[in-house]
């Protein structure tokens, strides 16, 4: 997501990501890879349990995308990194 972060703003996404490091290192972290979005701390994976975001063994943050409406209903979530084209597919549903 971070590539697409122009075309995701342009359909009104605001992409988030979510990490269990402390926020302190989240700077480094975020400028090394470049990342244009906000970077939040995770460190009890409690964000990341409630979105299903998890790995198996419950003990790290799987990769994930997850869309919430303003509504605050998800209306997409898959594991991985799915393709642009089916976040914005699937943003545009109901």
């Given at each position: 997501m971070r590539d697409a972060d122009d075309r995701l703003r342009a359909a009104g996404i605001r992409a988030v990501g979510i990490n269990p490091a402390p926020a302190e290192r989240h700077a480094d972290y975020a400028a090394?890879?470049?990342l244009p979005f906000p970077l939040l701390?995770?460190?009890d994976l409690s964000v990341s349990r409630a979105y299903g975001a998890v790995r198996p063994d419950?003990?790290?943050i799987a990769?994930?995308?997850v869309l919430v409406g303003a509504d605050g209903v998800v209306r997409f979530a898959r594991h991985g990194a799915p393709s642009l084209d089916l976040v914005l597919a699937r943003?545009?549903?109901p």
């Open positions: 090394r890879l470049r701390s995770d460190g419950g003990r790290a990769r994930s995308v943003q545009e549903e």
